[in-house]
């Protein structure tokens, strides 16, 4: 099975959020199946970038498929262990040998 990935990096707060939100969707729309978000390259985690992230999680298992968060930062980590969403959401692993990665980037 190839796990299709998305490499997040930079901020995901208020201030990117809706072209954070655009990219998270635009990526859980090219298929089904099992997806990564790689979040080692963000920089900064707020409450909307939280929301973004579980709302991107219950998106695609609405549409059948499931997302993995990976390879968190410690910007990351920290909010996730302050709205205590540790260890449930966190798969600190590498990447799925034969996923196919998206890279994405805040600065593109």
Excluded: Y
């Amino acid at each position: 099975m190839t796990v299709r990935q998305l490499e997040l990096d930079g901020e995901l707060t208020v201030a990117m959020a809706a072209e954070q939100h655009a990219r998270l969707r635009a990526f859980l729309g090219e298929g089904k199946g099992a997806a990564e978000l790689d979040l080692s390259g963000v920089t900064e985690l707020d409450t909307a970038g939280l929301q973004i992230l579980l709302a991107a999680r219950r998106e695609a298992e609405q549409l059948g498929g499931t997302l993995a968060f990976r390879e968190p930062s410690p910007a990351v980590r920290d909010v996730f262990a302050t709205a205590h969403l540790v260890p449930e959401l966190l798969l600190a692993d590498p990447p799925v040998a034969g996923s196919a990665n998206a890279r994405s980037s805040t600065d593109a």
